[in-house]
Structure formats: C-alpha cells, structure tokens
C-alpha cells in the first residue's frame, strides 16, 4: 500500500476520494433520520435506503455512457453533478418536502453508480497492474474507517444544526473530489468508436461477464452470498434485543466492531490478493462471513464480538479481490460497463435479501436464520475457492481476449494446476 501511495498521481486520486467517500458516509444515515423525523415512520425512513437503491436497474446504461468519455473529466463532471443534486435538500421543511429527500435520494444512487464505473477506470489507467490490489486495498481501507465515522457524524450534523448544514457539507466534499482530480494529469486514449447499435454496446459488459470464466465464477459465487447476506441488516436487532437482552442502540456498538474489522481487512486485502489471487481473496472474503454468522446463532457477547470482527474483514477483502480483477480482465474501454453490470449483479440481490431478512426473521427464530446465512455463504465461499485457479497468484493480469477467445481463462487454469502438479 506504501509503495502505490508513493505515487504523485495516486495520492491526488486518493485525496478526492477521501473527499468524496467521507461525503457519502455522511449523507446515508442521515437521510433516513432526516424522513423519520419529519414523518415518524419507519417504513417510510427505510424507504429512503431503497431509494438509493433502485437506480441499479439502470447500471448497464450507466456503463454504456461512462465507455463514451474519457475518465478524469468524467469523473470531474459526475462529482460536480452529484454536489448540484444535492442542492433541492437545502429546500427542504416539512412533511410535504419528503418527495425531495426520496428524488434526491434517487438521484443521488445513480450517481454512485457513476462514479464507481468511471473510478475503477480511472484507477486502471493511473496504476500498473502490479499495484491495482494495493490502490484498491487503499481505498477500501478508507472506506471502511469512514465507516466507523461518517453515518453518527452525518446524523449528529443532522440533529444539532439541520439538513441544510448536512447537505451542504456533503456537497462540500463532491465539489473537494472534483477540485483536487482537476489537478491530475492523466495520458488517456480516446474512447473506443460506440457500436453500431447502441443496445449492442449496453449489454456488451454483461455478454464480457459471461464470457470470462474467472468473472462469471466471481459474479455467481458472490452472487449466491448476496442473496442471503442482507439478512443481517435485520437479524442484527434480534441478536441484540432476544440474544443479548439490550436496546436496540447498542446496535451501534456492534457496528463499531465491525468497522474494526473492515479496517484490519482493507490493510490486509492487498497482501492476500497478491498470496491468493483474486478469486482466491474473494474466496476468502465471503466464506470468512459463513462462520460469523453461524458464531451469531450462540448469543455470547464475546463470541459477537469476534464473530463480527471476523465479519468486518470479509467485506473489503471481497470488494478488492471482485474490483482487481474486473480492473485485470477487461478491456479500458469496456471497464465502464463491467464494473456497473457487476455491481448491479451483487447489489440487486443484497438488497432484496434486505427486504427479504426483515420480513423472515418475524416469522422464524433469527438463530435458524443466522444459521442459514451462514451454511449458503460457506457454500459459495468454498464454490469460489475451487475455481481460484482461473486467477493464479502472481500471474500478473491476464491477456484480455475479443469476443471469440471466451476460454482463456480455462487455459490459464489448466496451465496453473500442470504447474503445480
């Protein structure tokens, strides 16, 4: 991580999404508090959370538009977008202005989507292939301490100032991220010529997905966790409340923990891409959960604690092991619209098992359903650690293939195990 720091490019790179990250860690909580407070309901509070959401439908098209430009002024562009939309907050006063905070809330999930698509480019384009792990080890790092930091810090904004500071000091870090990237200077090739027929080009990120073993064992295996992994959101408060016997505030402090755990992970996530490979970290990531969750069916607050810290580390090995290798295996100009297929592809089912886990756990013992959790997450953590061959370690990236070399991935595979033999 130290050595891709040591980077000038980078470093600049890396200060915008400080700026940016810490904007949005501020902004998510806060919104939800913001609905409840002016509605007193609950369900009208959650409903921000799939606002933010529900533009993942619409991810594919967000590749497509993001291939079509070059990357830093893209990504200057979507950052200064995303401070003007938040700009309809500052109007905001009462119960007749929740529709604004659910716009916003909308338009706001696109533009994430944006960014992502147009950083994992960027990312691409400023750092060999050799430090990818360690620029995304970095970031992840970030994002999991503003984790710790950034929703009580938007809330407590919220509650002794109002939405208007909230908005503005989120707006505040966007416009930081644009300021400081315009600074960069970064040698980029034109984007490749759009296709004959624009349908052709939306879904070219998915039929890439496909076509790629190491990606398309990525996207199921990860994506058969995601369907179960949102039931902690919800099985959590009946840990605390039913297992643990407290309020449901202490909620927070097992988030803490967590975050503690996602930080020792985003530190870690580049040392074990580059001893594992990149299926072998994503491996790692998501069957590090199977057991945390199953630890969580034994109501012992020292057994929650380990297992939660062991949760929080699973989740940035995952994002980087899942990131470097999209990075290493797709063409620059078809990066936009992997990277935004593949987030549709885990986000979509994590986010109904969300809805889904809030609606089982009145219906079944939240024991049962941690146990649940965690056997289909050990599955499909040992599912991807089969096919951690189709990413050797230290094999550096892989030669991306056109659209008639779909087996390349099944070369390097066979050609691993021969050596290993």
């Keep these: 991580m130290r050595t891709v720091l040591r980077r000038p490019d980078f470093r600049l790179l890396f200060a915008a999404m400080v700026a940016s ?21 609950d369900s009208m509070a959650g409903a921000t959370v799939f606002a933010v959401i529900a533009p993942m439908a619409f991810a594919p098209l967000v590749g497509w538009v993001v291939d079509r430009y070059r990357r830093r002024p893209f990504f200057i562009a979507a950052n200064l977008v995303a401070a003007v939309l938040l700009g309809p907050l500052l109007t905001v006063r009462d119960r007749s202005d929740v529709w604004v905070i659910y716009l916003v809330a909308a338009l706001y999930g696109l533009s994430s989507i944006t960014v992502t698509a147009v950083l994992n480019g960027l990312i691409r384009n400023l750092v060999p292939a050799d430090l990818l792990a360690d620029a995304n080890g970095a970031l992840q790092t970030v994002r999991q301490g503003l984790r710790l930091v950034g929703p009580l810090a938007g809330a407590a904004i919220y ?17 930081a991220a644009a300021a400081v990237v315009a600074l960069l ?13 624009w349908a052709a080009g939306v879904g070219a990120g998915l039929r890439h997905l496909a076509r790629q073993a190491a990606l398309r064992r990525a996207l199921v295996g990860y994506g058969l966790g995601s369907l179960v992994m949102g039931f902690s959101e919800s099985l959590i408060f009946a840990y605390v409340d039913l297992g643990l016997h407290r309020d449901a505030a202490f909620v927070g402090v097992l988030v803490m923990v967590q975050g503690v755990g996602g930080l020792i992970g985003g530190l870690l996530s580049a040392a074990v891409v ?15 959960f199977g057991p945390a969750m199953v630890a969580l069916a034994y109501p012992r607050l020292w057994l929650g604690v380990v297992a939660l810290l062991l949760a929080g580390v699973s989740l940035p090995l995952t994002m980087v092991g899942l990131h470097t ?10 990066l936009g619209r992997v990277t935004a297929a593949s987030k549709a592809l885990i986000s979509g089912p994590q986010a109904v098992s969300i809805g ?17 959790v965690g056997a289909i997450t050990t599955a499909a953590g040992l599912y991807l650690w089969r096919g951690r061959g189709l990413t050797p370690p230290g094999a550096g990236p892989a030669r991306v293939p056109g659209p008639r070399r779909p087996l390349d991935d099944e070369m390097l595979a066979t050609t691993h195990r021969r050596r290993t033999r």
């Design 159 to 175: 509650a002794a100032v109002g939405g208007w500071l909230l908005a503005s000091v989120a707006m505040g870090g966007f416009l």
């Design 21 to 41: 990250m810490a904007a949005e860690s501020i902004l998510l909580l806060a919104l939800a508090v913001w609905v409840k407070d002016l509605t007193g309901s």
């Design 274 to 288: 580059r001893r594992l490979g990149e299926l072998g970290a994503l491996a790692a990531g998501v069957t590090f």
């Design 185 to 197: 200077r970064a040698d980029e090739d034109g984007p490749p010529a759009p296709e004959r027929h």
């Design 356 to 372: 889904t886990g809030a609606l089982l756990v009145g219906v079944f013992d939240y024991r049962l359903l941690f146990v649940l």
């Design 325 to 334: 290798l999209v990075q290493r295996r797709t063409p620059p100009g078809l």
